[in-house]
């Protein structure tokens, strides 16, 4: 099993900026897909970034040109840099890692909060 544990999260005025962090227990990238979600309250999980083992990357057109993700293999650690924070960003992230070898797993995060508020 993979365990992930994020960090970074917080209050933050609009405009300012962030960095979340998640670390996966052992090395998953090679065969993982990693991504950052949100969920605002009463709603669906929404995707807002990830990145494939080999690099690729897709964001949601809401965070595009704000937000970056990336990852460091050697630390099994993948990241979601925030800037220009907006209200609208306010939720719970969570990471996420899809397994594409014949395990096919899924692996969530418990989620960290991000408040953008004055």
């Known amino acids: 099993q993979v365990q992930l544990v994020e960090s970074g999260g917080g209050l933050v005025q609009p405009g300012g900026s962030l960095r979340l962090s998640c670390t996966a227990s052992?090395?998953?990238?090679?065969?993982?897909?990693m991504g950052w979600y949100r969920q605002y309250p009463g709603k669906q999980r929404e995707l807002v970034a990830r990145i494939a083992s080999g690099g690729t990357t897709v964001y949601a057109d809401s965070v595009k040109g704000r937000f970056s993700i990336s990852r460091d293999n050697a630390k099994n650690t993948v990241y979601l840099q925030m800037n220009s924070l907006k209200p609208e960003d306010t939720a719970v992230y969570y990471c996420?890692?899809?397994?594409?070898?014949?395990?096919?797993?899924?692996?969530w995060g418990q989620g960290t909060q991000v408040t953008v508020s004055s």
């Open positions: 052992r090395s998953i990238f090679s065969i993982s897909i």
């Open positions: 996420n890692s899809y397994l594409v070898d014949s395990s096919r797993d899924e692996y």
